[in-house]
């Protein structure tokens, strides 16, 4: 039977820094796989159009290294998705039957998919069709962006929770509407967001090497090509990227205003408010702008959420307000579980009470207001790194790409040094990006709903504190073991001659 206790606070911390180790080593590949897909894609569908082998040797290049990458990120992805049993067990009783639902359609439909063709796009050159082989490698990458969607269903429910009742008999969340889990907005637009800057990855990730060979004076005419395709792409990606963080503003301004508070670093809130470049440096009514896509629209800030305010005839609870219909709540549900079998009356008003409260059950497992504010300056700079890399990397991509169509690349070393570097930067952006939205949303391991505090599996504080330790070692080891192979391939090159 699942315990509603929190846990004390050392096995918290240490249960979500194993998990935010886990998740970010995971998040170093599946962009990379996402992005190259698209790059290698395109290189094959030109050779399928040219028939120019030159255009085949270059996409197995980068097939080469994208099977490397996703090979080591298949690894991490299976032990993350496990750490929700062994790390949250409470979290998977309360919400499995809708949390397991899309991770069990990524894993029956969409990684069976990928799995499948990549066998053909890898070993399947000299035995099927140019047109079939161009099929699978495309559905290979169909595939994982189909594993990322499901994925990111389960994660934008955790945001904003819909399409579900709790039934407190069960003690479970059971989904009322499968549509609103996997087709609401939230999930809509982190999918279009995070697989974008996927292609962005890929496309900065090409972009960097070729420029490696240019300042090598090696395989030239692979670069220049490489680069013309990787910087389309990732133009276009980068685009679609400051698009969709657009309107994941909207829906976090929405559903989530602690978590944009926290970004801006918003004391007092109000009309018309100001966006912070940096401490001491504010747009007049850009963050309202972004907010609400309104000059004068209202945003509210850390004092107004945790007070309480009104704002078009509309009152907010304070979070002391909240805690304590929580708390009614959490009173309610235990009466109703002890009641249930033989005292139906008193069930029943226990149930109509905690009917009455529900909407703020996690809020009964809060102790103080503070502790609904996420940690701020990790919030606020991640934001800027985020949201400055973006930038940094759209001025990059369009100045090689300028450059290369006049012919004038090769003599802008700087600029190759720059497309280089611009590797880390992209990985820097895409990190920064997952911390602001997971811890963003602290305490929460659902949004309102669910505490972590009382999700974490009631483990011994130092067995988890052991498989960190061997989990950062594993971690690690497999990163410098791509790193190193990568390096050897790219090193090694483009194969001269067709096989």
Not at 35 to 51: H, P
Not at 258 to 273: C, D, F, N, R, V
Not at 483 to 492: G, H
Request: contains cysteine; neutral net charge.
């Amino acid at each position: 039977m699942l315990q509603f206790q929190l846990i004390e606070a050392s096995l918290v911390d240490w249960s979500r820094a194993q998990f935010a180790l886990t998740a970010c080593y995971h998040w170093l590949f599946v962009p990379l796989t996402l992005g190259l897909a698209v790059v290698m894609g395109v290189m094959e569908t030109l050779y399928v159009i040219r028939k120019d082998d030159f255009w085949k040797r270059t996409a197995q290049f980068w097939m080469r290294l994208f099977g490397i990458n996703f090979a080591i990120g298949v690894a991490t992805g299976i032990i993350l998705e496990f750490e929700f049993g062994t790390n949250w067990s409470n979290y998977s009783w309360l919400v499995g039957d809708i949390f397991g639902a899309p991770l069990a359609i990524e894993g029956i439909v969409a990684f069976f998919m990928e799995s499948t063709f990549i066998a053909v796009m890898f070993f399947g050159w000299n035995k099927v069709g140019r047109r079939f082989h161009l099929a699978s490698t495309w559905l290979t990458g169909i595939g994982a962006t189909l594993s990322a969607w499901w994925i990111l269903v389960a994660n934008s429910w955790m945001q904003h929770p819909v399409g579900m009742v709790f039934n407190p008999e069960t003690v479970r969340h059971e989904m009322v509407d499968f549509w609103a889990v996997a087709f609401q907005g939230v999930a809509v637009t982190k999918f279009f967001h995070t697989v974008m800057s996927g292609w962005m990855t890929g496309a900065v990730f090409a972009v960097g090497v070729s420029c490696w060979y240019l300042l090598q004076g090696r395989h030239k005419r692979m670069a220049l090509a490489s680069i013309r395709v990787a910087c389309a792409v990732g133009l276009f990606a980068t685009l679609a990227v400051i698009y969709t963080g657009d309107r994941s503003g909207i829906e976090i301004a929405k559903h989530q205003p602690m978590k944009l508070a926290a970004a801006e670093g918003l004391q007092q809130g109000g009309e018309g408010a100001a966006f912070s470049i940096v401490p001491g440096v504010e747009v007049p009514q850009l963050l309202s702008i972004l907010a609400t896509h309104d000059p004068k629209g209202y945003v509210p800030g850390i004092n107004d959420l945790l007070n309480g305010y009104s704002h078009n005839g509309e009152t907010h609870l304070s979070a002391a307000e909240k805690m304590e219909r929580g708390r009614r709540a959490v009173e309610a549900f235990g009466r109703l579980r002890a009641n249930l079998k033989d005292h139906p009356e008193q069930a029943a008003e226990a149930r109509r009470q905690f009917d009455e409260n529900v909407k703020y059950f996690g809020y009964g497992y809060i102790d103080h207001p503070e502790e609904l504010v996420p940690n701020i300056p990790i919030v606020y700079w991640s934001f800027r790194v985020m949201v400055g890399a973006g930038m940094a990397l759209l001025l990059v991509l369009v100045l090689v790409l300028w450059h290369e169509r006049r012919g004038l690349l090769e003599q802008r070393r700087w600029l190759l040094h720059l497309g280089v570097w611009s590797i880390l930067l992209v990985y820097a952006a895409g990190q920064a990006g997952w911390i602001v939205a997971e811890v963003g949303r602290q305490p929460w391991a659902i949004q309102d709903m669910l505490p972590v505090g009382t999700a974490v599996s009631q483990l011994e504080t130092a067995s988890v504190q052991t498989t960190f330790v061997l989990f950062a070692v594993l971690f690690t080891a497999l990163l410098a073991a791509e790193v190193r192979i990568m390096c050897r391939a790219i090193k090694q090159g483009p194969e001269e001659k067709t096989e």
